[in-house]
């Protein structure tokens, strides 16, 4: 996919890197810092993963996407619903709560672009993430957390004809 | 002192639930706001409910409405937990009746801070 970012507002990456930080921290905690992972522009994410998206809709148009380690994936539902270490977190667990994730993400960043615009229900996927073919890459934060990769991006509609 | 906690996500209720049960409230949950309402007219009448905005069947802000249309609820107190921050729908909210207005990401300490303002737990 060839990215054609048009001529339209769109969230820096610091801004986007301050709002991942502030959700995990609120999620996860401090024990750990958030840091950045150096990968090459237009690399697919390249571990088994679970991904969410939510769309941004009104005064500002584009879509925020969470994708995560399995494994992260799993820790975090575990920490978000207080489950003993003994117990596994089911997929609809996993589902939810990497939901919940891109939710916050999502709105936050709302709250950065022009509005007044609308959140969508988050959806989430067991797999990487699937980005439409008429969307360009605005935006793409990725960073590691304890080992595990996690990317959050964000895509506009792409200008020009369809 | 009983809250209801009104949000899709289970993980999102579990955190909320965890911060008002260490304040001994008790708790009732809803995955909508149509269900909260389902609770309500069956008699699970709240003295606090904590309610996201945007969740399928009914929104919060859809509930808050249908809430302070019933004078028999008068004395609920509303308290949007929510991921909209946009001044205008909190602006919105608080018009409809909601007392207090919590963006995520929170703190537990965010939540009990503004339980106390609303005079539901000791300061």
């Not at chain 1, 571990?47 to 500002?60: D, E, K, N, R």
């Not at chain 1, 590691?144 to 959050?152: L, N, Y």
């Not at chain 2, 249309?69 to 909601?98: K, Y």
């Not at chain 2, 919590?102 to 000791?122: C, E, H, N, Q, R």
Request: some cysteine.
């Amino acid at each position: 996919m060839s990215a054609v970012v048009p001529e339209v507002e769109v969230p820096a990456s610091e801004d986007v890197l301050a709002v991942t930080e502030d959700v995990w921290m609120a999620l996860l905690g401090d024990d750990a810092p958030l840091l950045p992972r150096t990968v090459a522009p237009g690399a697919p994410f390249d571990v088994a993963a679970w991904s969410a998206a939510t769309t941004i809709s009104g005064g500002w148009q584009g879509v925020v996407t969470v994708e995560l380690d399995e494994a992260l994936a799993r820790r975090l539902t575990m920490r978000m619903l207080a489950l003993p270490a003994d117990e596994q977190a089911s997929d609809s667990d996993v589902a939810d709560a990497v939901g919940e994730l891109v939710n916050m993400v999502g709105g936050n960043v709302k709250s950065l672009m022009p509005g007044p615009s609308v959140l969508s229900l988050p959806a989430v996927a067991a797999g990487r993430a699937a980005f439409s073919s008429d969307s360009a890459l605005a935006c793409r934060v990725d960073l590691v957390w304890q080992d595990a990769p996690v990317r959050v991006s964000v895509h506009v509609p792409q200008e020009g004809p369809r | 002192m009983r809250a209801m906690i009104i949000d899709d996500s289970r993980a999102m209720r579990s955190i909320l639930r965890r911060i008002v049960t260490d304040l001994d409230f008790e708790t009732s949950e809803a995955e909508h706001g149509q269900a909260a309402l389902d609770q309500m007219y069956a008699g699970v009448v709240p003295d606090v409910c904590l309610v996201d905005w945007n969740m399928p069947v009914m929104d919060g802000y859809t509930f808050i409405t249908e809430v302070r249309a019933n004078p028999e609820w008068r004395d609920v107190t509303l308290m949007m937990v929510t991921t909209e921050s946009e001044q205008r729908q909190i602006v919105r909210a608080l018009a409809a009746g909601a007392h207090e207005y919590v963006i995520k990401p929170f703190t537990p300490d965010a939540i009990v801070d503004k339980l106390s303002l609303l005079g539901l737990v000791p300061a």
